[in-house]
């Protein structure tokens, strides 16, 4: 990658990207789950990011909530090796991860326990007047699915919610719910203690930089939006593409699919983000409502015609030899759970009618790759002799979410040399060499976000429920003929053949990120 060089403007722009415009206000952050895995990779390195760039409040304080026996300084050590091992930054500046470190603390409780909220009341009131949080409070339910109902009840009950002065907030960890009707239950649970305006539900590739870098690709140039449309787009594919496998997480990943696990949140928060129309401002409900609004216009799902899934059997990927699906621990060996889902959605409206979406995602895929690539229709007419233009690809504009993080445009340009001939190039853009400066872990964002009261990238209750109804749709047809050719991939190739077939009926072909 060529090495960008900093100019004298290039620095102040960074400057200035890197100074937020107001500072949150002093507050305690209640994590619940603190001595689980997300906490570990994810929470405690991304509030040690953001005490390194000094955007956490002087007070900012942390109390862990978790059934796990340790005691405060165990915990305190455990989060230190936690920062070192995944911080993104390193190595750990002791002095910074030291300010962290003073305002943290743990209570050890099961989550449905009455005396264990008492005891993290007086935790609250502690930090309030010893660190002046003012009743401040973030709820991170960073927990198993199944303890957010009891949560939410007892910090209601225990006044907790509600108690002093100050915000409350909390934040939910995906999977929100299992299908629409468990959706609609947690939702319901939790607006009996907290306000949509007090919920923060995570999909944590809304905090990625170059995910709202398509809105801003969108809608702060000129050039694209006016060929952002059915006329001059011929189809647009959204990849999430993984080369791992499902790691630990089989008990987990069983009940959910990939369906569930990411066709229902990531993937329909892409195609919304691809397929909105122009919110009138930047304000949380504006830029939801558009949202949502591709989600309402989703034409009915034709399952048996449009979705295909997939499950991975064994086979190599970058030179390993893998497991298939069904071998991995804690999977039935006659597993009929998908690992690959592609599905053609049309949406019904002026802008798109006509024009196919094709979403994709996978495990045990040849290589990670999230994008959403616009193709263009071709020049309606070419002024040039047939032999100069062989091999010619349409227009495509890529937006590279991971790796590579970027955009590139697909363009045909002439081939130097004394005769006509074409060929189609890229134009590049580069995160990495164009801004000096590494991108913050989707978290930081989403946390200092909450911290500030902004929900914009975050999920909202009808967005949710809407994801849910589609995704029911496809799991309802799904549950009436079971996959009987499983598993129909082999690690390391690009999904079953029906995935390819899916788009060669529309004379398309899927993309090789
Ligand atoms: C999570 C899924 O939401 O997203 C995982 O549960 C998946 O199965 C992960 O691996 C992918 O996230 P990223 O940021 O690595 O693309």
Redesign the pocket.
Known sequence: MAQAVTTPLTQNVLREGLILPRTPDPAVMVIFGASGDLTARKLMPALYNLALNRYLPSGFSVIGVADTALSEAEYKANMAEAVRKFSRTQPVDHAVWQSVADGLSYVRMPFDDADGYGRLAAELERMDRERGTNGNRVFYFATAPQFFPVIVERLGASGIARAGQGWKRVVIE?PFGHDLKSAQALNQAIHAVFTEQQVYRID??LGKETVQNVLVFRFANGIFEPIWNRRYVDHIQIT?A?D?GIERRGKYYETAGALR??FQ??LLQLLSIAAMEAPANFDADTVRDEKVKVLKSIHPIEVAKDVIRGQYGPGWVGGQQVPGYRQEQNVSPASTTETYVAARLRIDNWRWAETPFYLRTGKRLPSRA?EIAIQFKNAPHLPFARTAIQDLAPNVLVMRI?PHEGASLKIAAKIPGPVMRLRTVNMDFFYGSSFLIESPD?YERLVLDCLLGDPTLFAREDEVERAWGLADTIEKSWGMQPAADFPNYAAGTWGPEAADALLERDGRRWRRP
């Open positions: 995906k944590h590739y999430v993984e791992i696990d990411i949140n990531h999230s991971q989707a």
